[in-house]
């Protein structure tokens, strides 16, 4: 499950350029920052990349400071 959800991560940093929004190199760092609340808020989700992403985006207001960082940092 948590090899999913780092899965999850790393293709949500860079399903951005599917939509033509340049996404830079990402980190451990960023993965990690999203972990929690992909469980929180897109569980039922998972493994779905796509969804997961629209999930974060759709609850962007509640997310943690850090993973509102890594979206904006990434174009997201």
Same mark, same amino acid.
């Given at each position: 499950?948590?090899?999913?959800?780092?899965?999850?991560?790393?293709? =949500?940093?860079?399903?951005?350029?599917?939509?033509?929004?340049?996404?830079?190199?990402?980190? %451990? @760092?960023?993965?990690? /920052? +999203?972990?929690?609340?992909?469980?929180?808020?897109?569980?039922? =989700?998972?493994?779905?990349?796509?969804?997961?992403?629209?999930?974060?985006?759709?609850?962007? %207001? @509640?997310?943690?400071? /850090? +993973?509102?960082?890594?979206?904006?940092?990434?174009?997201?």
């Amino acid at each position: 499950m948590v090899r999913s959800v780092t899965l999850v991560i790393a293709l =949500l940093l860079s399903s951005a350029a599917w939509a033509g929004t340049q996404v830079g190199p990402h980190s %451990q @760092k960023d993965e990690d /920052a +999203c972990d929690r609340d992909a469980h929180r808020f897109c569980k039922e =989700l998972i493994p779905d990349q796509l969804r997961v992403l629209v999930c974060l985006q759709t609850n962007r %207001q @509640k997310l943690s400071k /850090a +993973c509102q960082v890594v979206l904006q940092t990434h174009g997201v």
